[in-house]
């Protein structure tokens, strides 16, 4: 079974880049929630940040 790393998958490499409102240090990234949003994480402080890829789903309608 091959070991998964994250530094592997060439999708994180393409992701936007994000420095730590607070230190300034860039944070490391990883994709979630079935790879529809990028999650940062500061390894300094453990500031989060998610932000969504592509547009948001529209409402669903009861």
């Given amino acids: ?6 530094t592997s998958d060439p999708a994180i490499d393409s992701l936007p880049d994000r420095l730590c409102t607070w230190c300034k ?9 079935g790879r529809q949003f990028i999650h940062y994480t500061c390894p300094k402080c ?5 932000t969504r890829l592509g547009p948001k789903p529209a ?4």
């Fill in 1 to 6: 079974m091959p070991a998964m790393t994250s």
């Fill in 25 to 33: 240090v860039p944070m490391k990234k990883r994709l979630v929630g």
């Fill in 46 to 50: 453990i500031f989060q940040h998610t």
């Fill in 59 to 62: 409402p669903a309608k009861h």
